[in-house]
């Protein structure tokens, strides 16, 4: 009797604190609708771009999990890191950069022929429309399935492509590829999408930087936005509506399920008792919870967008009680520390361009960072969100650009995340996350590529 009068003053409890959770979800619900910000999946496919299926057929043939792979170095390959630049720009290939040029010759052909049909996608949304046929009643364990392209796949061949481009007598081919298969990754609409996208704009720049310093004409890459955190912005408001739309969509219908979602792993009867009494238990607790991930990842787009205060799980009072957003929210600061480096990373290297085209036509490199804030002062300057960049002329031909390692009290990239390379004394070319060194003089004179700019070549 003792237990039935306790199990049922647990369910009233649950059942109260279930209708307190609805209230709250639905206030957070109306207030995105309030600002016409999609909410659920049916959202985003209301918005998502026609596809064509037959590109997108043959894209995920390229770069599914289970597509054909070859092995490339753990990190990207860089002739002006590891090898001087003389013996680099005379098409002396090393073993590793022909290997991996022979052994993913097929894949790069493939790209450049599927890119130069037509438009393609290569995010979550490129395949949603054919993987959720009726999203008003996907489910958690239906979004699990969802085709997402593999970030190894994209980023082996980026390398790859950058090894083209560093090899070939005219880059410019390789890299109208690698500029489509950039911009074939933006607007996504998932974390992982963002962070592909970001991931494969550094290899894109760098090999753009390395060609510039051959010779070729920066202005079709200085054109090209810059705009990490708008994209990790972007894909914080898919995977709102993507995943955590589908979990506000089962709880406002009452249908939330974490059916072969489990804990620990395991297989044994204690473990899946455990996993249907936790999931039994969701049906109550989990409004509360899809209201803190909604109101969680509507805070992360914004602060990705615009700063203010960082966004802190551990503040929540509520979140003992989480339980699908201990599992599926990501850290939420790194995505978006990630987004600022990415960002600064492209602003040192514009402003890295900048100084090479002036030093080939004057000779000179500025005195100082006065004069080069002139020069350029809307990459110099810190702005409300990014920190400023430091110039310092450390010869008549090399310079070292980096990160102000103290930014404003408003900046969104913590003073800790921020280092400078360290060049050694004979080095003519270094760089890391934050900063950049290079000697123009050790580089040899080439002649400039000044043909008119030539599209991917069959």
Same mark, same amino acid.
């Given at each position: ?156 061949? =980026? ?5 083209? =481009? ?17 911009? =074939? ?198 702005? =409300? ?74």
């Amino acid at each position: 009797m003792v237990v039935l009068l306790l199990g049922l003053m647990g369910f009233i409890l649950g059942l109260a604190y279930r209708q307190e959770g609805l209230r709250v979800l639905e206030a957070e619900v109306q207030k995105l609708r309030v600002q016409d910000r999609g909410v659920t999946l049916v959202d985003l496919l209301a918005k998502a771009p026609i596809v064509d299926r037959t590109q997108q057929a043959r894209a995920w043939g390229l770069f599914s999990h289970s597509a054909v792979e070859w092995k490339v170095p753990s990190k990207p390959i860089s002739g002006l890191e590891a090898r001087c630049l003389e013996a680099r720009f005379h098409q002396e290939r090393d073993r590793e950069t022909l290997r991996v040029l022979d052994e993913s010759a097929v894949k790069r052909q493939a790209w450049r022929d599927l890119h130069q049909a037509g438009p393609v996608r290569l995010t979550v949304i490129g395949w949603l429309k054919e993987d959720v046929s009726h999203p008003e009643t996907a489910s958690l364990t239906t979004m699990v399935s969802v085709r997402t392209p593999s970030l190894l796949q994209l980023r082996n061949l =980026a390398v790859a492509l950058g090894a083209e =481009a560093r090899t070939s007598a005219d880059p410019r081919p390789a890299l109208a590829d690698l500029d489509a298969l950039v911009d =074939a990754t933006r607007h996504g609409a998932s974390l992982m999408d963002g962070m592909i996208h970001v991931s494969l704009v550094q290899l894109r720049d760098d090999a753009w930087l390395e060609a510039i310093l051959r010779g070729v004409d920066p202005q079709p890459w200085m054109a090209l936005p810059m705009n990490a955190r708008g994209e990790v912005a972007e894909a914080w408001a898919g995977e709102r509506m993507l995943f955590t739309g589908v979990y506000v969509q089962n709880t406002l219908q009452g249908t939330i399920s974490g059916t072969g979602l489990y804990f620990g792993g395991g297989t044994s009867r204690l473990t899946a008792m455990g996993e249907w009494l936790s999931f039994r238990a969701l049906w109550f607790l989990a409004p509360h919870d899809a209201a803190f991930m909604l109101k969680t990842m509507a805070a992360s787009e914004d602060y990705c967008r615009s700063g203010g205060t960082p966004i802190s799980l551990g503040s929540v009072d509520i979140s003992r009680l989480r339980v699908i957003s201990r599992l599926a929210l990501p850290n939420v600061m790194e995505t978006t520390i990630t987004a600022v480096q990415a960002e600064q990373a492209q602003r040192i290297r514009r402003l890295a361009a900048r100084l090479i085209v002036g030093w080939r036509a004057s000779g000179h490199l500025p005195e100082d960072a006065a004069q080069l804030d002139r020069e350029c002062q809307v990459l110099m300057v810190a702005t =409300a969100l990014l920190p400023g960049i430091l110039y310092e002329r450390r010869s008549a031909t090399a310079f070292r650009l980096a990160t102000d390692p103290a930014p404003a009290a408003t900046s969104m990239l913590p003073a800790d995340r921020i280092q400078a390379v360290k060049p050694g004394p004979e080095a003519s070319y270094a760089k890391g996350q934050n900063s950049l060194f290079l000697d123009l003089g050790k580089i040899p004179a080439f002649t400039p590529v000044i043909t008119p700019a030539v599209s991917s070549a069959k």
